[in-house]
Structures are given as C-alpha cells and as structure tokens.
DNA sequence: AGTTGTCAAGAACGGTGTTCTCGTTTGCGT
DNA sequence: ACGCAAACGAGAACACCGTTCTTGACAACT
C-alpha cells in the first residue's frame, strides 16, 4: 500500500533511499536540539548538499518532513511496545500476569521515551503548527492504545465480566461518548473494559510526559521505582489486579 | 518580596506598567497563534513601538518573555483550581462530597485549559528550549498540586487512614523515591496519600493533554461527558470513593 | 540520438532573535 | 536650578531561518 510496486528504475530506490537518508539526518537532529532547532539548512548540510532548496524534491515543506519523523515515532514506539507485550505472553496463566504484563508494556514505553526524547515530545507533547495530522499518522497513532486494550481484555477474557468493584456506574452520557471507538470493536466489547483501557492509555502517557517534561523534577528521587509503582497501583485499580 | 517598595519614581511606575503591557499583548498573540508564532516584531508593532530591540530593555530575551508568560499561566490555573475548591467547601458532609469536590476542580482546571488552550501548551506541553525553570515558576507550579493533596486529605481525616483496599503495597524503593517530597511534608502524612494525590494529579493533566493536543479526536464524541465520567472513575479507584 | 523530466545549485524575498550604537529624555544629587 | 548619569526608543547590522524561482547539467526513456 505504501509502495505501489518495487522501485524497478534506478533513479526510484535511489530516491527513496536518498528520502530516508534525509530523515534519518533529520532525526539526528532532533535527537541533538529538539524539534525547533531543526532546520533544512543544516540537514542538507550535514547531507553534504551546498542547498536546502534540493531537499524541496523530497518533502514540501519542514513541516512535512516533521510529519514524516512524527510517523516514524509512533511505528518505532508501537513496535516497542507490542514487542514487550509479546516478550509477556500470558499463555493461560493466572490473573495476576495480566496486571505484570501492564506494567512491562508501561515500562517498554517508558524506556522508548527516555531514549528517544525528543521525538516523544514531537508526538505527545504540543502539536507545533494549528495541528495537521494526515491519515497516514492515526493508524500508527492508534496502535497502542489498541494493544492496551488487548491487554485489558485479556483480563476480562479470564473470568468474565467482573462485576464493578467500587467503580460508579456509567452513565448513559459517558457511554455514547464512546460511540464512535465502540463502532469499530466487537459488538459485545463492555463499555467499562474501553473505559479501563482508555483510562490506562491516558494514564501511561501522562506520566512519561510529567517525567519527560521536567514536571517531576525536584519531587520524586527514583522516576523508575515511582514509575513501576504508580503503573502497578493503576493497573490494580482498573480491574486488573490479582 | 517581589516588589522591594512601593513605586516612588514615575519612571519606575512607568515601567511595570509597560512590562505588564508587553506580557497583554504578548499574551493576546499567543492565545491567538500559538507560541511558535510569537515573535518581538509582532509585540512591538501591536505595542506601537518603531523597533524590537526596545523590548529587550524589559525582557532579556523573547524566552524570558514566554517564561513570564508560563509563569502568569501557572498563577492563573492555580487560581482557578483553587476558587473551585473553595467554592465546594464540604464542611462536615460525608465522605461522597469529597468526590465531588474532586470532580469540580477537574472541571475546573479544564474549564481554564480549554479557555486557555495556548497557554496551557506552553505550560504542560512540550518545554521549548532546553528547558529553563527559574525558581519563580516552582512555587506557582506547585499550588495546583499542592491542592490536590489537600483533598485527598480531606478525605482521609474522615475514617483515619483506610486499609489499602485492592492496591498493592508500597516496596520501599517507592517509597523513598517520594523523600524529597515528604521532607516538606507533616513527618506523619502517609505515603499512600501522597502517592494518590500525585496520581491524580497526574491523571488529570494526562487527560487534558489528550484532549487538548488532539489525541482522543475521532475516538470520543462528547468530550466533556467522558471527562467527567473518567475524573469521577479515577477519584473513585484513588481512594475518594462513597 | 534526441527529447523529456528530474536533479542540485544559487540567488532572492521576507521573516526571525539579538547586538550595538546613537541621540534623546528623564530623574536624582548637588 | 543645574548638570550628570542612567534609562530609553530608534535604527542599522548580523546571522540565521523557510520558501520560491530560475538556471544549467545530467540521466532516462522513446
């Protein structure tokens, strides 16, 4: 889908491999000064071009080549994520693996953050222009929150639906605000398993960006033992504890 | 502490007043464009000023500006997050008001991020420079969760400290990693309590991120429901429960 | 082999933050 | 009341930036 056939000429691989060669300086970059130091000039000329106007042939515009490395984080982070959740296969084992399993999916996605900084402030920090973000990007985008809510129906698939806890009830308001997330899952998918996962996502992501964003600094010693605590703590309270 | 004395000299009035003026109009464009679209040039022609560089005789540089900025925003949340507080005074009521209390000053702070939405980016979202948070901005950051540990103790005087109910314990290298924080604490406010409230804390601008830097677009319908029903989840599953 | 399209180069435009210099204005101390 | 020193706004200048357009060279397909 993403190529029409192979590049059968010459002058096509080497343009696609030129095009990759621009962001994998690109992403140098941003690696280095974050993504408002990035600048077409100093990619072509770490590219060992004399202009940036060449770089016009590959992305139209700087913000084109953002969206490209936008999508490229949500595929490197989706796969670091999916990879740790398949490392933890639960097989048919006890309840309480389900809630371990949380929290190595939380800390692959922790430990992407903390090296790819940057480009974790590119896609969950403050969207730079009036926010374009094409198609192409949602099916990367939504990723993981799919895989957490694979996670998550794991723990329902083991003994059904768990009558709720202490948790309110849903009202009727809350519910069809999820309407259009449940057109797109299994017709018997319990509004309260979307909740619980969507409330985990939001969690997950809200803590790396306090982390990463310096909101934690000078409150907490150890990131990592708060981390795998508040995941634990969190994965308990949304039902999949042991 | 802030203003040595009172303003004796016009000149010195004269100035504040324009320092003040510089920070409104800076702040209309921002509300306006974005941070990003910020520029000295801009101020000083709104401001009828023939040159930027007469700017720099108020603010160091156009950063100093925007942290000036983030810190009126931090001022301004936290007074918002406080009026609501204080607005749902619960007396002696029982312990189901406290959850309430709670969900208000989630809307509360949402009601603010969503009438303030560039400012709330600038403050929450990705940090522009290298990030540089002078120790002004500390003691403003620093009220909004301060207040929510207030709540969540509010709660907890009630029926004394409550047995974790399904929440896991607390190993010790968690613990310790919340020292900092606790070294400024009464020696006698439990651990648990300081962890829910910072899970709050950081659940609550988790969602708002979402929903503001567009991640929950074409996924949830009715925004405000769904906010209201995960803020009365989360207090629930923190410990805020009936 | 000739034509067509792709390519890098370079100049140019309007914009930016920042620095420096230059008169002017203002307030304070004498 | 006067003079000096500090603060002020204006303006030019520097080094960048993204983007557009034109020009000339090279490669590929017919």
């Given amino acids: 889908m993403s190529t029409p056939q192979k590049p059968r000429t010459a002058r096509e691989r080497a343009r696609i491999e030129f095009t990759a060669e621009i962001k994998a300086v690109a992403r140098r970059q941003l690696a280095e000064s974050g993504a408002a130091a990035l600048s077409l000039r100093a990619v072509a000329r770490d590219l060992g071009l004399a202009s940036a106007s060449a770089l016009y042939r590959y ?5 084109a080549l953002l969206t490209a ?11 670091a994520a999916e990879a740790a959740y398949a490392a933890l296969d639960v097989a048919e084992a006890e309840p309480a693996d389900v809630l371990e399993r949380w929290v190595g999916v939380c800390h692959a996605v922790r430990d992407w953050a903390l090296a790819h900084p940057h480009e974790y402030a590119l896609i969950y920090g403050s969207p730079v222009p009036g926010y374009a973000a094409p198609q192409d990007t949602v099916a990367q985008a939504t990723r993981l929150p799919y895989l957490i809510g694979a996670l998550f129906s794991d723990r329902l698939g083991k003994d059904g639906n768990r009558p709720s806890d202490t948790r309110p009830a849903m ?6 605000s999820l309407a259009p997330l449940l057109a797109g899952l299994p017709p018997d998918t319990p509004a309260d398993l979307v909740m619980s996962s969507l ?5 997950l992501l809200g803590a790396l960006s306090f982390e990463l964003f310096g909101h934690r600094r ?11 605590h508040e995941a634990r703590r969190l994965g308990a309270a949304l039902g999949l504890a042991t």
């Fill in 218 to 228: 000078e409150i907490i010693a150890d990131p990592r033992a708060f981390f795998d």
């Fill in 171 to 176: 009202p009727d308001d809350a519910r069809q």
């Fill in 59 to 63: 992305f139209p515009s700087r913000d």
């Fill in 199 to 203: 409330m985990g996502w939001t969690y």
């Fill in 69 to 79: 490395l936008i999508l490229d984080g949500y595929t490197s982070l989706s796969d």
